[in-house]
């Protein structure tokens, strides 16, 4: 089987909410980097929760990597979300950790043994840019860097997909371009990547294909950049 | 996309994961010093009530049975033994187990004495028969315990030779009783207050779940088992159950040293070689596994229950 992801007509509604994903099919290839753009509140986030398990679609099914999220057991998520290295919005860190301790996380929970995290957690926060601020208390740093470590912590553990949740939203446009270039490379080595943004005139210069959300639903439109859009 | 690098085996990921987490627990447990003592000391208390009175039973019965020992009971004879076969069986008698001494106190003798101590002697010489019967005073071993020592005794009464036997010792037995009766109850007690063990680490644990609540919600985000989620809590219960033990000991202990004074008076009254017996090794090991063991099982207990209701979203 040649997808990663594979979306059958999902949808999803919140309790009480109106139906925020409907009927959405798509495919991400093993190996393929995409991004996922529409507008606020378009279900990107919802979309790549489902894919993480921290929700069920109300209807459809999802396979990931083979697997079909309807039938895994509960017991077994921690293992399924292990494979995947998740960046989230809003970063989620540890504030009660050093920036080291955060990125170790994922590889202690993986019994990785001692001297071999301390090597792993430097390269990716080295990949990131932020080797030197390996003691510092998340809480002490800009929300950039803040972000950083949560993309250093996705990365660390080299998954076989990575999904990112606007994870250029904090960084000015040199640093926004630089993590592009991280997951490029990551990319390059076979990782899958779905990235969901709003960084248009960002991803307008990069060669990947993207899925854009419109009304629950995905569109041919393609997502409009801020250069583009009339104003009086 | 794996490694080359080795990963530890099943054993050494085991030790490496809970050591690691152990020292992290004392070290979190070190930075919050009242609350920690606190709990413990709660825990202390609760495991040093039936160490103690467990400890008092254990003396109290030490005490009334080293009191057996003075107890002799005398078998008196019948008349149509001869005061050879008392002598004969005397011997005999001083052969068995758990007989420490046994003496032959012939007509004679016994009449002498009689005289002797009760002043009555011209009186008795008006009488023409010696009314009183041979006996065979026995002192009993009491090292086998007070139930074998009992046992004995009654067989001794039961000889065919015997007439009748004076065993002066119901209030020994009453006191055996009672005893037994507040050994079983200190049992029992026992079993509550290791239920109040439980529930105190439980609730202090439960109340750590709460203050932890986002933390967890990461980890299970990052895709943590639940094993691993429930490590730091379970050492951090285990720690609270040791240093309980270990306080219940120091109180214990305490408390064996400012009785053991008047415990060396009592038995210089009653002449016994009665000496309050301390915290064994072994009594200590139990007193600190009881702490492990119920601080496990009272944050296994909570962690399991709540964990399951904590899930990111
Ligand atoms: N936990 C929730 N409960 C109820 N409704 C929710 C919940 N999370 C999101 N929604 C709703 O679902 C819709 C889609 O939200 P989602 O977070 O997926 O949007 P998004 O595309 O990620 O937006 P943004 O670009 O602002 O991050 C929104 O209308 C939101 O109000
Ligand atoms: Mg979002």
Known sequence: MSQIVHFHSVSHRYPGGGEVLADIGFRLAKGEMAFLTGRSGAGKSTLLKLIALLARPTRGQIVVNGQNLATLKRRHIPLYRQQIGIIFQNFNLLYDRTVFDNVALPLVIRGYAHEDIGRRVRAALDSVGLLHKEKAMPMTLSGGEQQRVGIARAIVTKPILLLADEPTGNLDPEMALETMEIFRRFNEVGVSVLVATHAIDLIQQLPYRVIHLDGGRISKDQPVAFAELDHE | ?313
């Open chain 2, 1 to 313: 996309m794996s490694s080359a690098a080795p990963r530890p085996g099943l054993l050494g990921r085991w030790t490496q994961d809970h050591l690691r987490e152990f020292v992290a627990t004392v070290g979190r447990l070190y930075r919050e010093p009242v609350s920690t003592l606190l709990t413990a000391a709660v825990v202390g208390i609760t495991l040093a009530l039936p160490a103690g009175l467990h400890l008092l039973v254990k003396n109290l019965s030490a005490i009334s049975f080293s009191w057996e020992g003075s107890l002799q009971t005398s078998l008196f004879l019948k008349d149509s033994v001869s005061a050879a076969r008392g002598r004969a069986l005397a011997q005999e008698l001083r052969r068995r187990r758990g007989v420490q001494k046994s003496e032959y106190i012939s007509r004679e003798q016994s009449l002498a004495e009689f005289r002797e101590l009760s002043g009555f002697g011209e009186a008795l010489q008006l009488l023409e028969d010696n009314p009183l019967p041979a006996v065979i005073v026995i002192t009993p071993d009491t090292r086998d315990g007070a139930e074998a020592t009992d046992r004995l005794m009654t067989e001794l009464t039961r000889l065919p030779e015997v007439e009748l036997a004076k065993v002066d010792h119901k209030w020994l037995e009453r006191l055996y009783a009672i005893l037994g009766m507040v050994e079983r109850s200190v049992l029992i007690l026992s079993a509550v207050l290791a239920l109040a063990v439980i529930v105190t680490v439980g609730n202090t644990i439960r109340l750590d779940i709460e203050n932890r609540r986002d933390e967890i919600v990461v980890m299970k985000l990052i895709g943590a088992p639940d094993a691993f989620i429930r490590r730091p809590f379970l050492h951090t219960g285990i720690c609270y159950g040791l240093a309980g033990g270990a306080i219940a000991w120091i109180f214990v202990h305490g408390a064996l040293l400012a009785l053991s004074g008047p415990a060396r008076r009592l038995a210089g009254l009653y002449e016994s070689g009665f000496s309050l017996s301390g915290l064994s090794f072994s009594a200590t090991l139990a007193m600190l596994g009881a702490g492990f063991l119920l601080g496990a099982i009272g944050s296994f207990w909570t962690v399991s229950r709540h964990l399951g209701k904590i899930e990111p979203a």
